[in-house]
């Protein structure tokens, strides 16, 4: 079938169903396993002979169909070399640590190495540093805004398979020249993954480069109501996908269930409507930030004071919704910056309609040593803010009362 060429946003909603056709929205299969008509075609459908669900653990039509509007969403207006719209295959998983695990146990094995920033998500830090090491996958860091470092590494390290990064990087902001190092890479023969859950695909689309996979905690913007954990995996090698990282998802049971992935799917749909607002209202909050006579620092990648700024700009459509702010008093101000919010969320996540406030060394980040944790620059007082859909008139207010 010709499908028309439609943009991003009409794309995120009208998404492609499962059965039945007369149901407006995705239909909810709650269901742990599928029928057979008989005995012979259970037989068929776990040979791969026949397709069709099995058991929920394996697929579900509701998840199933939740992952393929977010391949849309990761590949739209992309061509493969052949010129064709490029393929993806996507999982939906039970949480951005589902998503990233079984991106790295399908991926590597004992002896491999994995190379990645050293900005990452807590956990994503801790689980290859803490838990791959015990099945003998090594861990090295590179800062890959240096690109020499990058290549050094690679060059001297042969056993790394896999290039890991984010961007922009939580909590400050630090984006990657992805074209850079996919490039840098691809010469050196390795995979290449994002987590690219700060960003969405509206803000951008790291397949674009040439990535081989992207993972996103869905838990964040693609849900954006703050109702589920979640995650998916998208990758680009269709066969690997439906080949042996399936079977490892399966085997870890990292899947996720019919009624996320439904309240998923429904976020998915203003998606882009809400990324404008957020990324209009981060701004806003960004510019009143800097002028704040009790900020030191904004850490936030759409100013042009921030060392990243000129590669958001290439490869984003907007700089985001998520900043982190030093204050001059250091930890104790940040402390009392935060309990004096009156509107603004004290919570951890980021990216839900409501603006949330946290203090990473405390909380996202204290499973990471100290002096890694300062090398990254998150600092004791440093704040978080993912800004949220509030008049942003609102939001400075709180701000400026709660930094009185
Ligand atoms: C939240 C988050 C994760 C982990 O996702 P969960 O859904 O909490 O498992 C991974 N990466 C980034 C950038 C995140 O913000």
Known sequence: MDTPKIDFETLALHQQHTHDKYAHLQPIYATSTFTFDS???????????????IYSRF?????????????????????????????????????GQAAMSTLF?????????????????????EFITKLLPRFGIKAYF??????????????QTPEIKLVHFESPANPTMQCIDMEQIVQLAKRYN???????????????????????????????????????IGGVLIGRD????????????????????????????????????????????????????????EVEKVHYNGLS?????????????????????????????????????QICTRAVSVGTVDTLVSHPASMSHSGIPREIRLQTGITDGLVRISVGLEAIADIIADFEQALR
């Open 39 to 53: 005995a012979e075609q259970g037989m068929r459908r776990f040979t791969g002979e026949e397709s069709g669900y």
């Open 59 to 95: 697929g579900n039509p509701t998840t199933d169909a939740t992952a393929r509007a977010i391949a849309d969403l990761e590949t739209w207006n992309i061509t493969d070399t052949e010129g064709q719209p490029l393929q993806a295959r996507a999982l939906l998983t039970a949480s």
């Open 105 to 125: 146990i399908s991926t590597l094995q004992a002896g491999d190495a994995i190379l990645a920033t050293p900005s990452l998500y807590g956990g994503t830090h």
């Open 142 to 155: 590179s800062d890959m805004t240096d690109i020499h470092q990058v290549e050094d590494i690679l060059k």
């Open 190 to 228: 390795k995979l290449v993954s994002v987590d690219n859950t700060f960003a969405t695909p509206y803000l951008q689309q790291p397949f674009k480069y040439g990535v081989d996979f992207i993972f996103h905690s869905t838990t964040k913007f693609l849900n954006g109501h703050g109702n589920a």
């Open 238 to 293: 269709t066969a690997a996908m439906n080949g042996h990282i399936l079977h490892t998802y399966k085997l870890l049971g990292a899947n996720s269930n019919a009624f996320d992935g439904f309240l998923v799917l429904q976020g998915i749909k203003t998606l882009a409507l809400r990324m404008e607002q957020h990324c209009r209202n981060a701004m806003d909050l960004a510019l009143f930030l800097t002028k704040h006579p």
């Open 305 to 341: 004071t921030h060392p990243d700024y000129d590669i958001s700009r290439k490869q984003m459509r907007h700089a985001g919704s998520i900043m982190s702010i030093d204050l001059k008093g250091g930890y104790q101000k940040s402390v009392n910056l935060v309990n004096k919010l």
